[in-house]
Structure formats: C-alpha cells, structure tokens
C-alpha cells in the first residue's frame, strides 16, 4: 500500500471538509503531492478549494530566503494572491491577516525536530486560530527521520524560545499531525483542530521508504542524511565551530580553521564507537555563513546505520572531544539577543549541555541517564496521541 499524503486524502476522500469554506493556506517548498505539483496550486485548482490567503514560514512559501532571513509579506506571483510572512515582522499571523477567513490549512513537512521552526509557526497559528474562532486542518505528512526514536532531553521551564516552542524532548519521533494533536491538548492550546491523517505510513518508515519525493523543506537539509544528523548537529550552531553551512555538506560537515589535526580528531571520535556512526576526516570552505571563505579543518559525520544511530549523545561526544583537544579556541556563541540565553542553551532547552561541557566533572552516559525520567514521562504522554 503506497503512503498517501494528508493533502491527498483531503483532496480525494475528504472534500465534504472543504465545502463553503474560505480557506488560507499555510505551506513550503516541500508541500508538494508525489507528482511535485505545490499544495498551493492543487488546492486552487479544486473546484470545492476556495484559497482566499497564504501563509509563508522561515524560508517563504516558496523557499527563496536562507535560514534565519527575514520574508516580508508579499502577493504571489503564480497565483496573485497574498503571502502574510510568518517570519518577518511577526511571527503570528494578526487579525487583519485572518480577516475573511473561516479555515487554516497546514501543509507543511516538519523535520520531527523540537527546534525545526515549522513547528513554532504551526503553534503560533493554532494559537491566532483560536483567538479569531477559525479552524485549522493539518494535512499530515511523513516525519522524515522515522517516528521510531525519541531522544534528548526535555525542554526546561524559562527556555522557551522559537527553536523551542513548547515542552518536548528534541526528537519526538511524532507526525506534525500528532504533535499538534498533543500540543492543542497538552499546552491548552484549544483550537478546533482537523488532522487529515495519512494513510499507508508506518512509523519506522524513513521518508525515502514511503515512495514519496524529498524535496528539501530547508535550503540547509538537502539531504535525508543531513536531516538524519540534524537532531545533533544542530547544536553546533550554538558554538564557534562550523556547522557545514556554505558547503555542499550542511550539518554533516563540522570544523573550523583553529582545528590543527582533523586526521587525529577523527581518530578518536572513531575509537569510541558511536553507533551507526563514522567519523572522517575532511577540510572546507563555507561559502556564506561561519568561517566564509575560510579553510576549515574537521570531520563529515557519515551515517552507517542510521537506526542504530543517535546523533544527540553523538553529539554530545563531539564537544566533549574538541573542547578537550582545544580548550582555548572552543567557545560557545554569544547571545541572540541582549537579555537572552546563550544559542545552545535555547537550542538544548536548558543550560545543562553547557554546563556539563564547561565543567567536565561527569561521564557522559551519567549525563545522558539525567534525563532518561523525563523522557519516560513524556513517552507516557505521548502513547495518547499516536494516529499510526
């Protein structure tokens, strides 16, 4: 049995949802059916879709902003109609932008990741939805990293940010669909929320075993294997080494050009045998980003098994490894902002990576056993909200 996708569910089975409803729809790149037609243009070429609006997250509908560049609202040039920026001036959609619309439709291919910001956009418009009494239907998707691991730790009171939108581990192995479900309920949220489920997935279905097209949902994931890592390597943002943004290897390449002997970092990282891992030596120049222009020296992190791999504790290795080899080059990023906490405290959810790798006093498995209880508890939670 193929993997139909929410939106095709909705299209083909479920119209009856549709009927006399004015609709916005929010959507990325990657909102396409398995013929790579946009979500955008199936929805208005479908005689019961009435698309009135469309909504644009990090990056644009279109996917023509790079990460972290902010997208002014604008009026689509293949359709004419209005793109309200989620990511630009506001990240919430206002009352005027809600205005003559009855229903919100969410088409988006989330990453599975607490700090992918599709997911802080979907929460910010069931919110607004809420508040203006209109619906929303998700139109699920796969998660593309499989739904079969959950790791990392809890997002801690105080750290709540658009990289961490709500009380989750960093990988939840759940659907958008899902997480909005348990969210809507969890966080008292309380929109009236639709998920056009998907049918023919299972859980432990990486994205490319669905039969479906990968189309980057990000211009720094362009690869299933990338976003595999990216639950680890994502935390690299939080220091002064280069997370591989510039180079035809983003969140796979890590280095910098204080890195003297990448042929013995790698080394090392091999003899503690993480699993589905390998470490390889590797040197690069960021063409934007980090180090632009500059020779970095590190390691790609190269994915052997990757249901055996657990890119976080991984990770975790990582930086216990450099800041030892170089403990006066490693630094951790400044804030975002005056006031904020450090990236990689906001990226963690909590200050404990940082303190744990500033002071060095605790093995790692101790470390990675601290937030075993809290995950257990959260899988508990998250039983009552599975749809596949």
Known sequence: MRVKLGLEVL?????????????????????????????????????????????????????????????????????????????????????????????????????????????????????????????????????????????????????????????????YGMTLGETALMLNEEEGINCALTVVALTGWARAMWYDETGLPFVPSSPNLPTLDAMTLYPGTCLIEGTNLSEGRGTTKPFEYIGAPWIDDTEALAAALNAREMPGLRFRPVYFVPSFSKYQGEVCAGVQVYVSDRDACAPIPAMLQFLRAVKARYPADFAWRPPWAAGSPPPIDLLWGSDSLRQHIDKGDTSAAAFISSWQPALREFLSVRARYLLY
């Open 11 to 171: 299209l083909e089975s479920r119209q009856d949802l549709l009927a006399g409803k004015r609709l916005a729809l929010l959507a990325c790149p990657s909102s396409v059916d398995r013929l790579l037609v946009s979500s955008v243009e199936r929805l208005r070429a479908h005689p019961a879709a009435d698309v009135v609006a469309l909504f644009g997250p990090e990056h644009g509908i279109r996917g023509e902003a790079q990460a972290g560049q902010k997208v002014a609202t604008s009026r689509d040039r293949h359709t004419g109609l209005p793109v309200h920026s989620l990511y630009g001036a506001t990240q919430s959609p206002s009352a005027d932008m809600l205005s003559g619309i009855d229903t919100i439709l969410i088409d988006l291919q989330d990453g599975g990741v607490r700090f992918y910001t599709y997911l802080a956009t979907t929460l910010t418009v069931m919110r607004a939805a809420r508040e203006a009494g209109l619906s929303v239907f998700v139109l699920d998707r796969p998660t593309p990293i499989s739904g079969a691991r959950v790791e990392g730790p809890m997002l801690a009171p105080g750290y709540r940010s658009f990289v961490g939108p709500a009380c989750l581990p960093i990988r």
